[in-house]
C-alpha cells in the first residue's frame, strides 16, 4: 500500500462521512414535507364544510333579502297610496270645512254682538 493509496483510502472514508452527516438533516426535511402535507391535509378537510355552509348561509341571505326587497316595494307603494289618498281628502274636506269654519265664527261673532256678549266669551 502505497502513500496514494492510503490517501485515496481517507479521502473515501471522509467522503462516506460527509455523505452520512448531511444525509440527517435532508432524512429530517423529509419529516418537516410529511408533517406539512399532512397539516395542509387536515386543513383542507375542516375547511371545506365551513366553505359549503358559508355558500348555504349566504345562498339564504340572498333569499332573505328578496324578501325584504319585495316588503320594501309594498311599503312604497302603501305609501303613495296614503299620500294620494290625504291629498284627496284634503282637497275634498278641507276647503268645506274652512268654510264651515268661517261661517260658524260669522255667526258666532254676530250673534254676540246682537245679544251684548263679547267676542270669545
Known amino acids: ?8 483510502m481517507i479521502a473515501a472514508i471522509a467522503f462516506v462521512v460527509l455523505v452520512a452527516v448531511l444525509a440527517v438533516p435532508v432524512l429530517r426535511l423529509g419529516g418537516v414535507f410529511k408533517a406539512a402535507e399532512q397539516s395542509v391535509k387536515e386543513f383542507t378537510e375542516h375547511t371545506l364544510p365551513i ?44 276647503g268645506p270645512l274652512i268654510k264651515l269654519a268661517a261661517f260658524t265664527y260669522g255667526v258666532r261673532s254676530t250673534a254676540a254682538k246682537r245679544f251684548g256678549k263679547k267676542k270669545g266669551a
Not at 500500500?1 to 485515496?8: E, H, K, L, R, Y
Not at 358559508?54 to 307603494?77: M, R
Open 1 to 8: 500500500m502505497t502513500v496514494g493509496d492510503v490517501a485515496g
Open 51 to 94: 366553505l359549503d355552509q358559508a355558500a348555504t348561509t349566504v345562498e339564504g341571505a340572498n333569499k332573505q333579502l328578496e324578501k325584504v326587497d319585495t316588503i320594501t316595494t309594498a311599503a312604497a307603494d302603501a305609501t303613495q297610496n296614503v299620500s294620494a289618498m290625504t291629498a284627496l281628502v284634503s282637497a275634498t274636506v278641507g
